[in-house]
């Protein structure tokens, strides 16, 4: 069976390493689109996100991409994996770029690292928080299908999530406060990493979510 | 004595990098003498499974015809490729930068430019996010007439100098939207005789963004002096993972020996 996907695109960065990762595990075809019809053709929805969460979300808001995710969760009802920017964006609130409305599909908020940041041994820590890190995973999920705990994935950002219903939190990421790193929810899984560049591991979650059939 | 590091887990990155001109890549000794290495796509592929964390792309093609080559590589390793890929060399406007997103690029790598426009960082980070603004350093040392340690930005593949204080450039980059500083040693760039790790230290310690060390690795050893003396959240290679000499799960085993946190 060939499974369609539609990466929605919103405008903001480059999204063809996601459509040819997608690709490169199995999909069938891969559109990167804002079109609602032919999102709502597609078997599978991505929703992305690059850059400052202020433009991503008036891009988001003036495409209508958020009517477009809502009708993917709850009236196609088809599996649904939000990345990076795009978790954020699932939220009630950024504190990015002086405080940012998201769009409180997700009850929680969007926090800054903080500066200066350090780990448990007094240590100073980089931010952006970008490399490989180790992922806990929280809970059982299809998406986690033959992936190891605390396996690492690759992530770049400078805020991280935390949602106020801990029994939604997948999976989480340690650096210096514990930062929500995937959230799930019915047909909604939403990551804070980067499947599309987190080489093998991530390619196994991408081909999990090709599989899966939204139910957790 | 190397040290124990605690990091929480993040781990220090091995990011081989690719000089290419006109499509092939080639490394050169102290930006001179130039030796052929093979296909970047293949070789972009070749790192990705050896367990490489990114993989950086510096053009060095002079001509403006070869720039089409360029961004039709950067799209095939793209395709190929599921870690990320900075691409650098003749990044010159928000344009460049949009052309090299588009075809692939996760970063993009800003370096003379950014010393004659430095609000092109401010505006691209703005513009495409701090993650994918890298802002590249070349630096040589000019020491004070008291002798104290400085270093300075050179231009033009290390010949021309600007009068700018690397450490200072680093901190005001940072300041503009960098999300990461690839700081180059123009006195060791080719040389196989170590990151100098002077000015390593002095830029990490300076900023709170990521710092890339490069220019100078010929052992393994050097990898982990960065790290651990220099300070360098990543460490960049070209010609002892070009040639064949180490493979990067070589480097990656020797690092972790070493008490390095490594993507294994």
Redesign the interface.
């Known amino acids: 069976m060939s499974v369609s996907v539609a990466v929605i695109d919103y405008g903001m960065g480059n999204l063809h390493s996601v459509a040819s990762a997608l690709q490169h595990v199995g999909a069938g075809e891969v559109v990167v689109t804002h079109d609602a019809e032919l999102i709502r053709q597609a078997d599978r929805v991505v929703f992305p996100g690059v850059g400052a969460i202020r433009d991503c979300m008036s891009e988001i808001r003036r495409l209508k991409c958020d009517e477009l995710l809502a009708q993917a969760l709850t009236e196609q009802h088809v599996p649904v994996l939000a990345i990076c920017v795009g978790l954020q964006a699932l939220m009630d609130r950024s504190e990015e770029n002086d405080g940012v409305d998201c769009l409180g599909m997700i009850p929680g908020d969007v926090r800054f690292f903080g500066n200066p940041l350090t780990d448990a041994n007094g240590q100073r820590l980089k931010v952006p928080h970008m490399g490989w890190n180790e992922v806990r995973q929280q809970r059982d999920h299809p998406l986690w299908a033959g992936i190891p705990d605390m396996t690492r994935f690759y992530f770049v950002h400078s805020y991280y999530v935390h949602a106020k219903d801990r029994s939604l939190l997948a999976g989480s990421v340690e650096y210096g406060v514990s930062a929500d790193a995937a959230l799930a929810r019915d047909n909604l899984f939403a990551v804070q990493f980067h499947p599309e560049k987190s080489a093998s591991a991530g390619l196994t979650l991408l081909k999990n979510f090709l599989n899966w059939n939204g139910q957790c | 004595m190397t040290q124990r ?9 091995i990011i081989p990098c690719l000089d290419v001109d006109n499509g092939r890549v080639v490394k050169g000794v102290n930006f001179v003498d130039i030796r052929d290495a093979g296909d970047p796509v293949e070789i972009a592929m070749r790192y ?1 499974d050896q ?1 490489a ?1 990114e993989v950086c792309f510096l053009d060095i093609t002079a001509s403006s015809d070869g720039r089409e080559t360029t961004v039709h590589t950067v799209e095939q390793i ?2 190929h490729v ?3 890929l900075t691409v650098g060399g003749g990044i010159r406007s928000v344009d460049d930068i949009r052309t090299m ?6 970063k993009v790598s800003i370096n003379t430019a950014a010393i004659h426009n430095p609000e092109l960082v401010r505006e691209s980070a ?7 603004i890298v802002v590249a350093i070349d630096a040589k040392r000019v020491d004070d007439v008291d002798g104290q340690p400085r270093w300075e930005i050179f231009t033009h593949g290390g010949r021309k100098p600007t009068g700018i204080d690397a450490v200072a450039w680093a901190v005001r980059m940072a300041e503009l939207g960098a ?2 500083i690839l700081l180059t040693s123009m006195d060791r760039d080719g040389t196989r005789n170590g990151f100098e790790l002077g000015v390593t230290r002095a830029i990490t310690d300076a900023v ?3 710092v890339i060390a490069s220019g100078g690795v010929g052992t393994l050893d050097h990898l982990v002096d960065g790290v651990t003396r220099g300070g360098a ?2 460490v960049l290679a070209a010609s002892i993972f070009h040639f064949g000499e180490f493979t990067v799960p070589q480097a990656k085993a020797y690092m972790a020996e070493h008490g390095i946190e490594v ?1 294994l």
């Not at chain 2, 590091?5 to 990155?13: E, H, N, Q, V, Y």
């Not at chain 2, 997103?101 to 996760?106: F, I, S, T």
């Open positions: 590091l605690s990091t929480m887990g993040l781990a220090k990155r990705n367990g964390d793209a395709e599921f870690i990320p997103l588009n075809a692939g690029a996760d703005l513009r495409f996010g701090s993650q994918c999300g990461e709170e963004i990521p959240d990543a993507r």
